[in-house]
C-alpha cells in the first residue's frame, strides 16, 4: 500500500513536470485545453477540496500540519466521529460561517471493502440530523429528526454495488453512497444557553457511533489509517489541483450508480489528460499551460459564485433548489462552489434552507457605518415543522465568513427562551448597528455590526431548519428587507 502519511513537495506538482520530446502544437491547442479545462475543473472541483479535507481531519499527517498552521484540530481516524462541544463564537475565525446553533460532529467514512453500521440514540427534545456526503459534494442520505424520526437505531451505510444482507437489528433503508469515501456531517441541536443543555447535546454526540459491518455488534476501535494525501493542502495552489483531482476520481470515481450516467462528460475531460486512471505525464505543453491557466481561473470563477444564485426576494437571495445534490441535476458550478468552496457541504432544501442577505432595502451593501431594522410581522416568521424541532435563526458574518470579531451579539435563535418576547402586535424586531442600544423595546432585539475596520461590510444568514414547503419547495415566502433606518417610513 503506498505510504500517503506526508504530502508531496510542492515542487513535484504535476503542472511542473518535466518538458517531454512531444510533436510542436499550435496555439489551437492550449486555448482548447483552457477552455474544457475550465469546465473540468468546476466539475472535479469537489474532488480537489474533499481530498484535502480527508487528509487534515483524518491522517495524523493532516493532524501535525493543522497544528503546525493553527488550522482547527477536527482529527479522527477513518471511520470514526470527531465531536465539537462548544458552539461556533467570535474567538474562533477559521471561516466557513459556521452555524451557532448546533453542534457539529465529523468523520470520514471508506466503505470500499466494509460498509458501516452507524447508531444513533432516542433523540426526542431537539433538532439533529447527520447528513451524508459523497466524494463528489453531494448528498446521498440522512439519519435524524427529520429523516429517520426520534426513536434510536443502527443504519447501514454502504457504498456503490454492495448487494449484501444485513444483520437483524440494521436498518438497510439509506440509499447507496456513488463513493466509497464518505463525509458525515452531523449537527445536534442546542436549546438554550445553559451548561446543562449544552451537556445533553454533547451526551447525544457521544451516543452517535461508526462500526465496520464486519465487527458488527461488536464496539468499535478504529485505528490510524492512511489516507491518500493531495498535492498541497490550498486549493489556491493551482500547480496541484490537476494532479489530486486525477488520483482522487481513480480512487473514487464520478458516475457510478445509482448516481447520474456521466460517461460521456469522463471522455470528453480524457482528451485533455483529466478525470479517472489519467495523466497529464503524456499531455503536450501547451496542453499542460492551458490547464494550468484553466485551473487559476476556474478557481476564480469559483470564488465569485461562492455569494450565490437563485431566487432574490427583498434583497434576499434563496440558494438554487438542487442544492445539497446539485450534480445529480448537472448542476456542476453549484456543487462546487456552493456545496464545497463555499461551505464544505450543503444541506437538502428539506432539511435546511440558508437564505443570505448582502445589501439593504436601496441595494447598498450592509455596512457598519449604517444602522438597519428587520422587522418580522405577526404570522410572517419562517414557517416550519415544530413537531421535528425545526427552527430558524439570523447570524451575521463579516467579508472573510467568519463571526464578527469581538461581538457579544452575533445570532438570534428561535429556539432560545430568551428570543420569544413579541412587541403589542405580535411582531419582532431586529436592530442592526454596531453600537448596543441604550434600551430595547419589548419584542427587540440587537445584532452587533462590525466597526473600527478598514472592511466593514457584512452579511446575514437566514437559516430555517425543517422548513415548511413555501420555503424548501415554492420559496414563496418572502423575507422582510434590511431597512437603512434613515430611510424607514
Known sequence: MTDYSKTEDESNFCLDLPQRTLPQSSDWEEEYAYSLGIQAYIYGFPWIYN???RWLWASLGGKKLSEEKGLPDLYAPINSFHHVSKLASPASQTGGCPNCDTLYSTAWLDVAQDPIVISVPMVTDRFYCIEMVCMDADNFAYVGTRSTGVQAGNFLIAGPGWNGQAPEGVFDVLPRSRTAGILLMGRTGVNNTTQEDLDKACAIQEQYL????????????PQPTKVMAPYGVDYNNTAGAWKTMNKAMTENPPGLPPGINQEQMLKLFATIGIGPNQSLDDQSNATRAGLQRAAKDG???LQKMTKGRGKTVNGWTYPPTDIGRAGQHSDFI???ALQSLAGICANDPAEAVYINVFT???NITLTGQSSYTLTFKAGEFPPFDATKHGFWSVTMYNSTYNLIPGSSSYSINSYYPE???RDSLGGMTILIQSEQPEELPEGSYWLQSPSGTDDDTFFLFLRV?????AISVTQSWAPPKIVRNDTAQ
Open 360 to 362: 439593504d432595502n436601496e
Open 210 to 221: 461508526l462500526t465496520p459491518l464486519s465487527d458488527w455488534p461488536n464496539p468499535p476501535s
Open 334 to 336: 453549484t456543487r462546487a
Open 299 to 301: 478557481l476564480s470563477m
Open 51 to 53: 481530498t484535502q479535507l
Open 465 to 469: 431548519y425543517v422548513p415548511e414547503p
Open 419 to 421: 428570543y420569544q418576547g
